[in-house]
């Protein structure tokens, strides 16, 4: 089953499909979701209201595009870039997270978010 997601900031339009992962069905069972988006580095992170633990997903380094979930924030996790703890040209998160999904299109217009922007998440189909 394909697992569309909107994801909405501003003037600006993405989608994203959500993977088969359980913490990935519950986040779809709890959209439309709506959060504050902050920034470290080039990863856009905002509170859910999903509780999840680490699962067999998990990753302590990630691949740009991938929509991870952060447990010990309880949010959800868009990676487009380095952050601070990364080394080299990889991408790691502050600490593991459960891989969720994939952004589909251009990753540069994430560079356009600021701190405090609303974000919203929506099924597509």
Known sequence: MDRIIKICF????V???????PTAALIWEALPIEGEG?????EIYFA???E???DDSARAVVERGDLGYWPQ???LC??????????GDEIRPASPV???GKIRGDLQIFKGVTEGTMVRLDKER
Do not use: K, M, Y
Request: cysteine-free; proline content about 8%; overall charge negative.
């Open 78 to 87: 868009i990676f487009f870039g380095p952050t601070p703890a990364s080394q």
């Open 73 to 75: 924030g309880r949010a």
């Open 10 to 13: 501003g003037d600006f339009v």
């Open 48 to 50: 859910i209201p999903v």
């Open 98 to 100: 459960n891989l969720v």
């Open 38 to 42: 902050n920034l470290w580095g080039e």
């Open 52 to 54: 999840a633990e680490l």
């Open 15 to 21: 989608r994203g499909e959500l993977n088969e992962s």
